[in-house]
């Protein structure tokens, strides 16, 4: 890796200025109500990019009454959907015509590489808002027959302000994945982004106002979760939170929302997912489809394919490209082009990851490829796979969350379906296989929210997501999230003569 190294020392300026930092509170940028606030950090050099409005409780709950009131007296939820739906398509196509700036700030704030933010991820922060600015006018309630001398009929309404917690790993993607349906459905939302990433949101935030987004309807507050964040949660006047982020925060958010007023919570956290290849695989499509479903993002996915289980026939060849794989992965300054991998977010990750790796030496798993830090400025990380890991190794159990790929070998269908299923996590899994019977099987037998087959990282907007177990609660995504953010009226009306 010297070369990779050496060439991670001149750092490219970012093609964007940073031009908001405080918050999005009724419609206007604001000032925290403290006057503090806190430096964002470039991971590729460790350096301040900008200080933002660091939102506390005050802050939340200024961005509450503005979202009630939005809620309460204000156009959103009476208008008519079509309405809605306009200022939704009107928005998606202002991120296109931002495309490129909103994607150097993602790369900026999160590390990844820019031509995955400006081709893949940004595109489809405009295609989820276009989905849910669809579904605005076609959600409706039901006639139901009842029991003869009634009338029923549903009502689907909005659930009224809802909270948002997100993560640092897909800044745009989580924010839109939540704000989408709830817009849709009419409701008024505080969005809190993670304190590692407070920047695209609030670059997009202005652009929905433009887009015709009336004042108050979202409001995204900047800040740190023990603070801003559990003054979401366990707010009297929000009525859901939905959350992406750690299994033990979110324990947190459900407990904070049971102590306050019971609040609807859904929450997508994380995963260990089996990545799972086949006797009868073609090893070099294998290895290529495992390699992206782990480093891909710089391995920071709930969804990554983290337990990479292969059948004992293809084992050895596997585990040999899988290393050559992982050596000639290109790693550099984010916004370079033709960078498979920036550096990981921020140095609390960092450290978690290389924390892991000594554990993964340290239990006998035999380190393939790299194991350590890339150059000696900013975040990035060698790009690791280690073989003969054991299914009690900490690495095999635990949420890594980075470039360390730990490949498992299995002999049969049943021990892999039950080696797989050992988790507390239950969010996604990968299959790599031509047989149909195999195919079916284990797309049956494995608990989690989603199964890949001869794929990986779908993440297409109309597809739904989330976790079974410790993974989560509730679907984001495609027509079940809409679900998150209505609420079911049954209308009773007595036919006076039911015999017509
Ligand atoms: O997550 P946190 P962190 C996993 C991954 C990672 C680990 C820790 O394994 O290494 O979590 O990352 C807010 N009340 N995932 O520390 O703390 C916080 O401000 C309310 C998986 O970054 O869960 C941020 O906005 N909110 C994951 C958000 O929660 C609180 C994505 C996520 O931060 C809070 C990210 C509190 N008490 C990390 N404490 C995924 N599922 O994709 C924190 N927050």
Redesign the pocket.
């Known amino acids: 890796y010297s070369n990779l190294a050496a060439s991670l020392e001149d750092t490219i300026t970012p093609p964007v200025k940073v031009q908001h930092t405080q918050l999005l509170i009724n419609g206007k940028f604001v000032d925290s109500a403290s006057g503090k606030t806190f430096p964002t950090l470039d991971p590729r050099t460790g350096e301040v990019i900008a200080q933002v409005s660091e939102g506390d409780v005050e802050d939340v709950n200024r961005a509450v009454v503005a979202a009630r009131k939005a809620f309460d007296e204000g156009p959103w939820p009476r208008m008519t959907a079509y309405e809605r739906s306009k200022i939704l398509f009107r928005f998606a196509d202002l991120i296109e015509k931002h495309n490129d700036e909103i994607a150097a700030l993602e790369t900026w704030d999160n590390g990844k590489p820019y031509e995955q933010s400006a081709k893949i991820e940004v595109p489809m922060l405009a295609r989820v808002f276009r989905y849910y600015a669809g579904w605005a006018d076609k959600i409706h309630g039901m006639t139901v027959p009842g029991d003869g001398s009634h009338h029923v009929q549903t009502l689907h309404e909005p659930i009224g302000v809802a909270g948002q917690?997100?993560?640092?790993?897909?800044p745009l993607l989580?924010l839109s994945w939540k704000l989408g349906p709830a817009l849709a459905c009419g409701n008024t939302v505080v969005l809190?982004?993670?304190?590692?990433t407070p920047l695209s949101a609030l670059l997009v935030g202005r652009l929905l106002h433009e887009a015709g987004l009336p004042e108050g309807v979202v409001n995204i507050v900047s800040?740190?979760?023990?603070t801003?964040?559990?003054a979401?949660?366990s707010h009297m006047d929000i009525d859901k939170v939905a959350?992406?982020?750690?299994?033990?925060?979110?324990k947190?958010?459900l407990e904070?929302a049971s102590k306050s007023n019971l609040k609807a919570v859904t929450l997508?956290?994380?995963?260990k997912s089996p990545f799972i290849v086949c006797e009868d695989a073609d090893v070099d499509q294998a290895v290529e489809l495992a390699h992206f479903a782990l480093f891909f993002n710089q391995g920071?996915?709930?969804c990554a394919g983290s337990r990479t289980f292969v059948h004992e026939r293809v084992y050895d060849e596997f585990v040999e490209k899988a290393k050559a794989r992982a050596m000639n992965r290109v790693v550099g300054d984010p916004f370079k082009s033709g960078i498979e991998q920036g550096p990981q977010v921020d140095s609390?990750?960092f450290k978690?990851i290389l924390k892991y790796i000594r554990h993964g030496v340290d239990s006998g798993a035999t380190l393939q490829a790299g194991g350590d830090r890339l150059g000696s400025k900013g975040y990035y990380i060698q790009p690791t796979v280690f073989s003969d890991v054991k299914d009690d190794m900490l690495i095999a159990k635990d949420?890594?969350?980075g470039p360390v790929q730990t490949i498992l070998k299995f002999k049969d269908l049943d021990e892999v379906i039950a080696r797989a299923n050992n988790s507390r996590y239950g969010l996604a899994a990968g299959v790599f296989t031509q047989n149909l019977d195999t195919a079916n099987r284990l797309m049956r037998a494995l608990r989690v929210g989603s199964v890949w087959i001869n794929c990986f990282d779908v993440f297409d907007a109309t597809i739904p997501f989330g976790g079974y177990k410790m993974s989560g609660i509730g679907r984001e995504k495609g027509i079940y999230s809409l679900n998150n953010y209505l609420q079911v009226k049954a209308v009773v009306t007595a036919i006076k003569n039911p015999a017509w």
Not at 165 to 170: D, E, L, Q, R
Not at 268 to 271: N, S
């Open positions: 917690i997100i993560p640092w790993n897909f989580m809190k982004t993670a304190e590692q800040g740190f979760g023990p801003a964040g559990a979401i949660a959350f992406t982020g750690s299994t033990d925060v979110g947190i958010i904070l997508e956290l994380g995963g920071q996915c709930c609390e990750q978690k949420e890594i969350f």
